[in-house]
Structure formats: C-alpha cells, structure tokens
C-alpha cells in the first residue's frame, strides 16, 4: 500500500483529502502541523506528501526547506496543497521545492494527475528512452532488472 501523508491543519480539509486518497487506494497518514509533519515523514515514511502551507508552528515553506535540506528526503515528492492561487505565487512555491501544486477548493481531478504523475515519475524517466524507441516491453523489464538488481 502506497502511503500518503496529509500535512493540513484544517480539519475538514484533511477529512476531504482522507476521503479522496482513501477512495483511491492510499494509506493516509495526518499531521496538523509542520513540525508533526516532519516528524512523521521520519517515523512512518510515507510515498509521497501533500501538504499545507498555512499551518502552525512550522509553516509549509519552512518544512519544505528542511525536507530538502536532508539527502535522505531530497526527492520526496511534496505537492502544496494551498489557497494561495494569487499571480506568482505557483512559482514561488514550486522554486521553494515542491514538486507541484494543487490549489483549494481542491479538484479531484487534479489531485489524482499530480498522484499519478508522482508517483509514477521514476518508473517513467527509466523507460522513457524504451518508449521513444518503441522497443519491446520485454527488452524494458530486462533493462529495469539488471540496473536495479541489488
Ligand atoms: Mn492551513
């Protein structure tokens, strides 16, 4: 099970996001502030993070720069999930290192493109070369085998 943690210190927008990742197959995980959210990527290792930016005692951009700061989470996927639709602030977020943004009210939709994106990215970039080339899915499974053995 793939799992996902929900960093949101709004309990009704938690309860949305738990229902739709829920519905989806996921394993939810909540914090409801920064500094829980930190701790838990820790603890329970969660897949990929959605995540607030206003939030208490540690806001999303803080976390997000201490994420970034461990080599054990630099590629984390963390997607915002935030209010702030305002003009530049999309830039602002994805330059502080999220790898995407979602904005509120939340649209179902987007949330499972970036999930699928995510979450699917690293398998992707390692065929990539095989798909532009049309070889044989075969020849795919053998490459991933071998580069990924140990
Ligand atoms: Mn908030």
Do not use: W
């Not at 927008?13 to 995980?29: D, I, K, P």
């Not at 003009?87 to 994805?94: M, P, S, V, Y």
């Not at 009210?105 to 493109?113: G, K, M, N, W, Y």
């Amino acid at each position: 099970m793939i799992k996902v943690l929900i960093a949101e210190d709004n309990a009704v927008n938690r309860e949305l996001l738990r229902e739709l990742l829920e519905g989806r197959g996921y394993t939810v995980l909540e914090a409801c502030d920064g500094q829980e959210a930190l701790q838990m990527i820790e603890e329970a290792q969660p897949e990929l993070v959605l995540m607030d930016i206003g939030m208490p005692v540690l806001d999303g951009f803080a976390v997000i720069r201490r994420i970034r700061e461990n080599p054990r989470l630099a590629s984390l996927p963390v997607v915002a999930v935030t209010a702030y639709a305002m003009r530049g602030d999309r830039e602002k977020i994805l330059k502080s290192g999220f790898d995407g943004y979602l904005s509120k009210p939340l649209s179902p939709s987007s949330l499972t493109a970036e999930l699928d994106r995510l979450l699917t990215k690293n398998a992707q970039s390692a065929n990539q070369d095989q798909y532009h080339g049309g070889q044989p899915a075969g020849k795919d499974r053998a490459a991933g085998a071998s580069s990924s053995g140990t």
